[in-house]
């Protein structure tokens, strides 16, 4: 009798430990399937956009789509009329459109209406003639340059700068330049002479291109980001450097912090602002990260633990915390407000960073955060400095809708022009310098300096 007792109870304890781990399992397997869910969501996201109908949200609320277009009550958009009328056309009746009759009198009243319109230029044909004089006090002979010549050139400035304006403004490929030109102006042109155009234009301007770099190296905060490049197949990094004024682009195969060492030197005394990629960690300057992404961070972080009250208050009450930085950084308040809201701030973050969750991803999240603590309250020591790297990323947009366009550059010289004819351009823009006529000026043979950017254009 005992032993069948010892018997039933080892059988009935092997049998709870069996549940205890199939407990166990279930719960892990729960896990990972809320895990997947979060991943799957993310990448439908990325694959699958919103939909024509407008957000999902609005569509919930109120059973329609959000209906396109301005709010109501939004003013109307009204074309300015023209200054200056190049013609006044007289136009006049000679049969009644109604019932064709020929009996019409002229009446006191009529109406005006202006039209603008574009006149298609026409390819303009330039014969320099170069009249060669004999100096009598050195005994050479010597013969002058042209107005909007450019020497040992059968393409003018005009036509090159139009087509690097296309290229690299508008975003069109070579094809498509080739093709406007040859309908629009009917001038001919290959594409190898279009590549040679970009090479011209960077080799004349490439003190300028020298000259923001170096004077990165005196600004007070920089934004930094980078995308990918492809140049001949293989993946490279478009790097983008920004503080508001100039923008500097530089293509390389590494996305190391060596990249940004290079560029701004070792002793950069100014602020890097950027997001939380693990390279910019080893940078000894001094850091903001991006509020921004933070926010996306922590929404990723609540979909991936939804059952998790713990999780969910952290990334609620840091979610609150960062738009509490960035709502003070825009409203304009006292110093001293601004110190007081400051360091309250500060004290909630840390206090809130030093309590650990109960996840291991969580907590990992959690410790990375409270390591850079002082990176994500840069902003507020500095009140001259962004919360948020925006600025940067609106700067890489056309590059990357360049790189869908034409899918990246084929050879080393690519790059290299690329990135210049860019720096150019985008600075160009930033400062309001009209783009096309500086790219002329630059073929014509005219030194572009920085300071030159920075003044009223004539």
């Known amino acids: 009798m005992r032993d069948c007792y010892r018997k039933h109870c080892k059988k009935t304890a092997e049998l709870r430990e069996e549940i205890a781990k199939l407990k166990k399992e279930k719960q892990e397997l729960l896990f990972e399937k809320r895990q997947l869910l979060v991943e799957i969501r993310e990448l439908k996201g990325i694959v699958f956009k919103t ?18 277009g301005a709010p109501f009550g939004h003013p109307g958009w009204f074309r300015k009329k023209p200054g200056i009328v190049d013609e006044e ?69 005009v036509a090159k700068g139009v087509a690097n304006y296309l290229r690299y403004k508008s975003g069109l490929s070579y094809y498509k330049i080739q093709d406007i030109f040859e309908q629009l102006f009917s001038l001919r042109m290959e594409k190898a002479s279009l590549y040679g155009f970009d090479s011209q234009i960077r080799k004349k301007s490439e003190h300028f291109y020298e000259e923001i770099k170096s004077t990165l190296k005196e600004t007070e905060f920089l934004h930094t980001d980078e ?11 478009l790097w983008c450097m920004t503080d508001g004024k100039v923008v500097f682009y530089h293509i390389d195969k590494r996305r190391s912090s060596g990249v940004v060492k290079e560029i701004v030197g070792d002793d950069y005394p100014g602020i890097i602002l950027s997001d939380f990629f693990s390279t910019y960690a080893s940078l000894k300057y001094r850091k903001q990260r991006c509020l921004v992404h933070l926010l996306r961070m ?19 009450k840091m979610g609150k915390l960062t738009k509490a930085i960035i709502d003070v950084k825009k409203k304009k308040t006292s110093r001293i407000r601004f110190l007081e809201i400051s360091g309250d701030i500060k004290s909630q973050i840390k206090t809130l960073l030093s309590v650990p969750l109960p996840y291991r991803t969580a907590d990992k999240f959690r410790r990375k955060l409270n390591n850079i603590r002082q990176e994500l309250t840069t902003c507020l020591d500095v009140p001259s400095v962004p919360a948020h790297n925006n600025f940067v990323e609106r700067q890489i947009r056309p590059n990357v809708i360049s790189r869908k366009i034409t899918f990246g550059t084929r050879s080393g010289s690519g790059m290299q022009n690329h990135q210049s ?31 030159q950017l920075q003044k009223p254009p004539p």
């Open 227 to 237: 995308t990918g490049w492809p140049n001949d197949g293989k993946n490279h990094w």
């Open 421 to 451: 004819i860019m720096s150019l351009i985008q600075t160009a823009g930033l400062n309001d310098y009209p783009v096309l006529p500086l790219l002329q000026s630059i073929h014509s043979g005219n030194r572009v300096s920085l300071a």
């Open 298 to 316: 922590l929404k990723r972080l609540q979909d991936r633990f939804p059952g998790s009250s713990r999780v969910r208050t952290f990334c609620g």
């Open 89 to 157: 056309i007289e136009v006049h009746v000679r049969r009644c459109p109604h019932c064709g009759s020929k009996h019409l009198s002229l009446c006191a009243k009529y109406d005006e209406h202006i039209q603008e319109d574009i006149v298609i230029p026409r390819v303009k044909v330039s014969k320099y003639r170069h009249w060669r004089y004999y100096c009598n006090n050195c005994k050479k002979v010597s013969a002058g340059v042209g107005r909007d010549e450019i020497p040992g050139s059968y393409i003018g400035p």
């Open 51 to 68: 939909g024509k109908g407008g957000s999902g949200k609005e569509k919930q609320r109120t059973g329609k789509p959000k209906k396109r």
